[in-house]
């Protein structure tokens, strides 16, 4: 996954950029606003992370621009104690989330997986139903009659992002990034067992699933009648 990191301290971002790398992120870093959205106008992100307080075009503007010219992509602000009203104008303007300075990598790290995951596709569904299953989203079950399952948040992440485009064939690689992105090492092999454990929940005959299916040397796809 792809993250901007923006900050007219130089060293501050260099630190943040080591730390999310050897979390196998790919970062960018961007010493001010107006650099910032340039980078933006010929790459995408998954997530950026913009100080407030900066020369010229500080992180407010930023976010305005990027919200005007339609750009959705996850914001945390990095703001000081004392900023508190632009912590408000933020939230407003359509920020995710905010860090105050300072402030540990471990809880960055939270952060980031948190909006990660609320912005990944398929993160606003609360439930579904396939074939005769009720899978609730929020209580981690899958309900069949009067049989109910547990499910793992991999195993929810991995059903909302095929939910989020019914009949789409979405490839190992993007399963990985959305769902495993932010943790080391997955591999196509997790994706497939974890196949294997939603099709054991939903499908009546998971040796021949209807619902979960696999596209031959491509991925998988949800299909709902």
Not at 39 to 65: C, E, F, N, S, T
Not at 105 to 122: D, K, Q, S, Y
Not at 198 to 220: A, C, D, F, I
Request: contains cysteine; hydrophobic residues 40%.
């Amino acid at each position: 996954m792809n993250i901007l990191v923006v900050d007219d301290e130089k060293g501050f971002t260099e630190v943040i950029s080591d730390h999310l790398q050897t979390e196998h992120f790919e970062v960018d870093c961007a010493s001010g606003g107006s650099e910032a959205l340039d980078l933006m106008k010929g790459k995408r992100y998954h997530l950026v992370i913009l100080d407030i307080m900066m020369p010229r075009v500080d992180g407010l503007q930023v976010l305005k621009a990027m919200r005007k010219n339609g750009d959705n992509t996850p914001v945390i602000f990095l703001t000081a104690k004392a900023e508190e009203e632009d912590k408000i104008k933020g939230l407003g303007l359509g920020a995710d989330d905010y860090i105050t300075k300072p402030f540990s990598m471990a809880e960055l790290l939270a952060r980031i997986r948190t909006v990660l995951r609320r912005a990944a596709p398929g993160s606003e569904l609360t439930s579904l139903k396939i074939g005769k299953s009720v899978v609730d989203f929020e209580k981690f079950t899958v309900t069949r009659g009067s049989r109910i399952e547990t499910m793992s948040r991999y195993e929810a992440d991995l059903l909302r992002l095929l939910a989020s485009d019914p009949g789409k064939i979405f490839s190992r690689d993007e399963i990985l990034n959305c769902v495993w992105g932010v943790e080391a090492f997955p591999t196509n092999r997790t994706v497939d067992n974890y196949i294997v454990k939603l099709r054991q929940k939903l499908e009546t005959n998971p040796k021949e699933p209807r619902y979960v299916v696999s596209v031959y040397g491509t991925g998988y796809k949800l299909c709902l009648e």
